[in-house]
């Protein structure tokens, strides 16, 4: 698949046979699907808050220096684009319990697929309000996750069966990561590692 998230959210699954007779390799998948994917919500992320300033119910709008913004922008990125990577890698990982199969592609491939609703979500990045982007984020993580269920068995080869509890599993491991990632936040945020909320 080259990036054409117009593709995945006009065709959805029916996308998924024609992308599993696709052969790339696992660099090709990276560079031609992943990092567009893990550049634009940090693109996004820069504009708006350049802009607007992010709204979370402080006071007043958070505004940042163009040099912070870059950097929080770039560490972003790279979260992105470690965390697609790495869920592909777990995804190949668990595949031997689910007999699926083990071509790392495959499985960046699925991931690019799956993470391209949230991608096109993160367009609300442009209005930074708090409300505005949870609102946005709800309908794309349903779509990514009917992708995830009805891709996964077609692109990684396994009876459908054992695609619902791969799919399942991953959900599982997403969720604890996120709740994981918003305790850090948390601690880090009250000891001071975090922006002047004026509350």
């Known amino acids: ?4 998230p117009v593709d995945v959210l006009v065709q959805g699954s029916r996308l998924f046979p024609r992308l599993s007779e696709e052969t790339a390799s696992a660099g090709v998948v990276i560079a ?24 979370i119910g402080a006071e007043h709008a958070i505004r940042m220096s ?40 495959r499985h960046l491939t699925l991931v690019a697929t799956v993470a391209t609703p949230m991608v096109v979500g993160s367009i609300a990045h442009l209005y930074p309000h708090v409300f505005v982007n949870m609102l946005s984020i709800i309908p794309v993580l349903i779509w990514s996750m ?9 692109l990684l080869q396994t009876t459908p069966q ?10 599982g491991i997403v969720l604890v990561a996120a709740v994981t990632l918003l305790g850090i936040t948390v601690v880090l945020w009250t000891h001071g590692f975090g922006p002047s909320l004026g509350l």
């Open 162 to 171: 054992q695609g619902m509890l791969m799919a399942s599993s991953l959900i």
């Open 146 to 154: 009917f992708l995830l269920y009805r891709g996964l068995p077609i």
């Open 1 to 4: 698949m080259i990036f054409v």
């Open 66 to 105: 163009p040099n912070i913004l870059f950097l929080v922008s770039l560490c972003y990125f790279s979260a992105l684009l470690f965390g697609l990577i790495g869920l592909a890698i777990l995804l190949r990982w668990m595949a031997p319990t689910y007999d699926a199969s083990l071509e790392l592609s």
């Open 32 to 55: 031609k699907d992943i990092l567009p994917l893990a550049l634009l919500p940090p693109i996004f992320l820069y504009i708006g808050s350049t802009l607007l300033g992010w709204e």
